[in-house]
C-alpha cells in the first residue's frame, strides 16, 4: 500500500483535459510544497514532469501544470495527446524520518 | 547535463545479494545526491534511500533500512546500491535518479528526481 493516494485510472479523448488528484496527510503532501509528479512509460525512464507543487522543468509542455490544496496535490493534463498515454506518479517529501513518499500512480489512457 | 547509466540485468537466487551500479557522465557527481528508487511487477514506485557522495552519507527507508547499503565511489562518479538476503518480493526494476533539493534556513528537503537512470531488472528466483 502506497503512502500516497492516487486513482488507478483516468481517461480521456485527445483535446480534453484531466486531473490527477493526490492524497497525502498533514505529515507530507499537507507539510511542504515539494510534491513532484512524474511521467512514466513502461519500459523508459520516469520523466519529471512538476515539482515543488506547480513549477515546470524546462522542456515539459504547459499543457502540464500543478496545484495543492491541504493535503491533495493535483496534476491538470490539458488538451491531452496520444502521447501523454502513461503512468502517472506523485512524489512528496515526507520529513527526515520518511524523506520520501510515492503514490500507487495512475494510468492514463487517451481514448 | 548529467546522465546516469545502470548496470545490467541481474538474477539472482533467494538469500543472496545484488549489487547495482549507477554510474554518471557529465556534471559534477560530488555535488549531487543520489536516490534508489524501485519498481515491483504491478507495483508503484518505492523510494530506498540515498547517498551524498561529498559526505559519503547515506539515508535508507525504513522498509530497507536492515538490508539495502548505498555507497559512493568519487573516483568514478558511480553510486552503488547493495540489497541483500534476497527474496521472490525484490524481483523489480531498480532505478538510480539524481536528487534535486530545496533549501532554506541551512536545511535542505529533497525536492525532485531528475535524471533517472535507465533501470536495472533485478529478478529473484530458485
Known amino acids: 500500500q502506497s503512502a500516497l493516494t492516487q486513482p488507478a485510472s483516468v481517461s480521456g479523448s485527445p483535446g480534453q483535459s484531466i486531473t490527477i488528484s493526490c492524497t497525502g496527510t498533514?505529515?507530507?503532501?499537507?507539510?511542504?510544497?515539494?510534491v513532484s509528479w512524474y511521467q512514466h512509460h513502461p519500459g523508459k525512464a520516469p520523466k519529471l514532469m512538476i515539482y515543488?507543487?506547480?513549477k515546470r522543468p524546462s522542456g515539459v509542455s504547459n499543457r502540464f501544470s500543478g496545484s495543492k490544496s491541504g493535503n491533495t496535490a493535483s496534476l491538470t493534463i490539458s488538451g491531452l495527446q496520444a502521447e501523454d498515454e502513461a503512468d502517472y506518479y506523485c512524489?512528496?517529501?515526507?520529513?527526515?524520518?520518511?524523506?520520501?513518499?510515492f503514490g500507487g500512480g495512475t494510468k492514463l489512457t487517451v481514448l | 547535463q548529467v546522465q546516469l547509466v545502470q548496470s545490467g540485468a541481474e538474477v539472482k537466487k533467494p538469500g543472496s545479494s545484488v549489487k547495482v551500479s549507477c554510474k554518471a557522465s557529465?556534471?559534477?557527481?560530488?555535488?549531487?545526491?543520489i536516490s534508489w528508487v524501485r519498481q515491483a511487477p504491478g507495483q508503484g514506485l518505492q523510494w530506498m534511500g540515498r547517498?551524498?557522495?561529498?559526505?559519503?552519507?547515506?539515508n535508507y527507508a525504513q522498509n530497507f533500512q536492515d538490508r539495502v547499503t548505498i555507497t559512493a565511489d568519487e573516483s568514478t562518479s558511480t553510486a552503488y546500491m547493495e540489497l541483500s538476503s534476497l527474496r521472490s518480493e525484490d524481483t523489480a526494476v531498480y532505478y538510480c535518479?539524481?536528487?534535486?533539493?530545496?533549501?532554506?534556513?541551512?536545511?535542505?528537503?529533497?525536492?525532485?528526481?531528475?535524471?533517472w537512470g535507465q533501470g536495472t531488472l533485478v529478478t529473484v528466483s530458485s
Open positions: 535518479a539524481r536528487e534535486g533539493e530545496f533549501c532554506t534556513n541551512a536545511v535542505c528537503y529533497t525536492d525532485w528526481f531528475d535524471p
Open positions: 557529465r556534471g559534477t557527481f560530488t555535488s549531487y545526491t
Open positions: 547517498i551524498i557522495p561529498v559526505f559519503g552519507t547515506a
Open positions: 498533514s505529515s507530507d503532501v499537507g507539510s511542504y510544497k515539494l
Open positions: 515543488e507543487g506547480s
Open positions: 512524489c512528496s517529501y515526507a520529513g527526515s524520518s520518511t524523506f520520501v513518499v
